[in-house]
Structures are given as C-alpha cells and as structure tokens.
C-alpha cells in the first residue's frame, strides 16, 4: 500500500516561519491529489491546503491564504507545506493526505491514505 511520512514540525514563535514536508511511497507512486491538514485535540480536522499533482493547481481555507503555500515534487515523491507569519491558532497537529481514486480534490474523509502527522506549536 502506500506510507506518507510527514517531517518539519516543531515549536516557533508567533511571525516565525516552518517548512513541512511530506514524503510518500508505495504500490501507487503518483497520487491525483495530496493535501495538508491539521487537528488539534478534541476538535475537528480542519483542511488547510491541496494540491493537484498534474496541473498543480492549488487550494486555500481563508485562515491560511496568503500566509502559506503547498507545493509538490513527483520526482522526489514529497509533498510541502511552507508556513509564514505564523499565528498560535495555527498550533496543531499537521497531517499529509495522498488521494488516488477521485478526477477533483475530494473532501477530508474521502482521501485514500494518511501520514501520522508532524507537531506545530507556535507561541505569542
């Protein structure tokens, strides 16, 4: 099947900026769609940002636009998330999402397989 390990979390201060990476292998080497998304604990998984791995055409929830940008490298088989003028409601738990069996970006449940997650925290 396929694995997605996520990497480049850690704890930062409220303007500071963090470079999430997202790493995929397996029997399926190119996914349609790859997205971010984050939870923090005893609340809903909120979707941050997709990306199309052919077109590479992009999507944004309001609280992130303009501050960070998904990209995606099929060579490397790696999925980013570059994350700027952070904010500590940005402090979650980031998840990397790989999907296969849907033509558009599909909403959060029905993406195929997902990464453990990589820890953000940023302080005031």
């Known amino acids: 099947q396929v694995q997605l390990v996520e990497s480049g979390g850690g704890s930062v201060q409220a303007g500071g900026s963090l470079r999430l990476s997202c790493v995929y292998s397996g029997d399926w080497p190119r996914p349609n769609c790859v997205a971010w998304s984050r939870q923090v604990p005893g609340k809903e998984r909120e979707g941050v940002a997709s990306i199309y791995t052919g077109s590479g055409g992009s999507f944004y929830t309001d609280s992130v636009k303009d501050r960070f940008t998904i990209s995606h490298n099929s060579a490397k088989n790696t999925l980013y998330l570059q994350m700027t003028s952070l904010k500590p409601e940005d402090t979650a738990m980031y998840y990397c999402?790989?999907?296969?069996?849907?033509?558009?970006?599909?909403?959060?449940?029905?993406?195929?397989?997902w990464g453990q997650g990589t820890q953000v925290t940023v302080s005031s």
């Open positions: 999402a790989a999907d296969y069996s849907n033509a558009r970006c599909p909403s959060l449940s029905d993406f195929d397989y």
